[in-house]
């Protein structure tokens, strides 16, 4: 059984910068694509991004150019640097991975003030 552990999240103003991260723990880690997504207040979650086993990634339009995931094998950790933040990108980051959906974590509030 996998378990997801998210972290990272916090306070930052608008412009400023968070590194989350997601520990997997269980098997076979490095044959999942995973992802990043989050859920504001009042709207659904929403995949923000992806990275597959060979590192190709996918953004949603909203953050591209100011967030990068990354992933780290040996670790089994996945990253998500965000940049630039915006009140916009305030949410509850989870990761996940997006072909298996395994249980979900407990996430990691972001809240950007403006």
């Known amino acids: 059984q996998v378990q997801l552990v998210e972290s990272g999240g916090g306070l930052a103003q608008v412009g400023g910068s968070l590194r989350l991260s997601c520990e997997y723990f269980?098997?076979?880690?490095?044959?999942?694509?995973m992802a990043w997504f989050r859920q504001a207040p009042g709207k659904q979650r929403e995949l923000v991004a992806r990275i597959t086993p060979g590192d190709s990634t996918i953004y949603v339009e909203s953050v591209k150019g100011r967030f990068t995931i990354s992933r780290d094998n040996r670790k089994k950790t996945v990253y998500l640097e965000m940049n630039n933040l915006n009140p916009e990108d305030t949410a509850v980051y989870y990761c996940n991975s997006p072909n298996s959906m395994f249980q979900w974590g407990q996430g990691t509030q972001v809240t950007v003030s403006s």
């Open positions: 269980g098997g076979n880690f490095r044959f999942h694509p």
